[in-house]
């Protein structure tokens, strides 16, 4: 079997790992409920962060936090130690996300990024330990130098708690 078909095969079972992540999300128990963004006043269709709520508002088990261009995104989620929080960033216009940092992966790990048909792309946060980590978000077109300005940068604060 030739090189690129061996990456292909590998590209292809990640994209799938990435989509059953995502459906495995998507149905989670009944209980999951859209979780307002803090500082707003209830769920919002302009911004969305779906999971379980604990007392204290952080989210339990599995969380998604969408960022699509129409919608104001989140800013912050607050989660404990051990939950997976997969972020969907809905397409740029002639832009590609790349990979997410994390300003401290030992609170926040960042896992590689998969991409849907509609060219979404989906990347899991696991909340590691207590702390707090900014995870960033950069997309831009794919002739445009490293150094230059992104067309698009979202900037998610993750607060891990026990």
């Known amino acids: 079997m030739s090189r690129r078909c061996e990456v292909s095969q590998r590209r292809s079972l990640m994209a799938i790992a990435v989509i059953a992540t995502v459906v495995v999300a998507c149905s989670r128990s009944p209980s999951a409920s859209p979780v307002p963004a803090p500082g707003s006043t209830g769920p919002s269709s302009s911004a969305l962060l779906t999971g379980s709520v604990r007392p204290d508002g952080c989210v339990t088990g599995q969380a998604m ?10 800013e912050r989620v607050c989660a404990p130690s051990g939950t997976e929080i997969v972020l969907s960033m809905r397409p740029v216009e002639n832009c590609r996300w790349l990979q997410l940092t994390s300003s401290d992966p030992t609170v926040a790990a960042v896992g590689p990024l998969g991409f ?5 792309t989906v990347v899991t946060v696991t909340a590691a330990r207590v702390g707090e980590a900014t995870v960033t978000a950069v997309a ?3 002739d445009i130098p490293p150094n230059d ?14």
């Open 65 to 74: 936090v969408v960022w699509a261009p129409d919608r104001s995104p989140v």
């Open 116 to 120: 849907d048909q509609e060219g979404t």
């Open 140 to 142: 831009r077109p794919p």
């Open 149 to 162: 300005p992104p067309r698009q940068r979202w900037v998610l604060t993750v607060r891990v708690v026990a």
